[in-house]
């Protein structure tokens, strides 16, 4: 599944240059000029990882970061920051609020995609190869597919949308709206049982490999993805 990369951005050359090592690397590049633009890009579709300028119009991205991580659909979205700020105390300051990696300028683009990629891997769990294995369950990002320890699974595109979202954040309960944010995206308008209809695809799919289970519905808060009973 090709990720979704938020640039935040003020200086559009900037902007430009990363949005086509991105896109040369296989990314689709989101682009913000400031806090607010960046936020709004977050509620029409919750990013795999945010590229964030330190110095932005109105709110820094030390601040948009603060905020990032208060916030229940954008705490586990990986954050780099971009900056010309190289001294250690600000690395410091910017590992304290949040962000998991840092990035000074200039850089390299190829150096840059590298970062992401490795970040994404340690927030994710996937390996190398964009994989991800759970209680007999595989799913590789990298070929687009699903396997039931060497069984092909024919999955939908929806529904693989929603197992890949499981199995990169497993072992936590999301509810439906959560779901609908980072599956669907916040600019779609969807209604919540939607989720329910997807979700009882989902386990049909994987029922014949009798992996079923491994979605579970936590009663008065959502759904949850787990090898454990």
Sequence with gaps: MQKRILIVEDEPAIRDM??????????EAVHAGDARS???????QVPD?????????GMSGIDLARRLRREDLTRDVPII????RGEETDRVNGLDAGVDDYVVKPFSARELVARIRAVM???????AEGVVE??????????H???AKDQTVPIGPTEYRLLHFFMTHPERVYSRSQLLDHVWGGGV????????VHIRRLRMTLAPYQLDGLVQTVRGAGYRFSANV
Aim: cysteine-free.
């Design 49 to 57: 990882l945010i590229l964030l300028d330190w110095m932005l119009p």
């Design 189 to 196: 308008y969807v209604e919540e049982r939607t989720v329910d």
């Design 38 to 44: 960046a936020q709004t890009a977050i509620g029409d």
């Design 81 to 84: 920051m971009l900056t010309a």
């Design 121 to 127: 891997r340690r927030a994710h769990g996937e390996d």
């Design 134 to 143: 759970i209680g007999g369950l595989r799913i590789d990002s990298a070929a």
């Design 145 to 147: 597919r699903v396997f």
């Design 18 to 27: 990363v949005a086509f090592a991105l896109r040369k690397a296989g990314m």
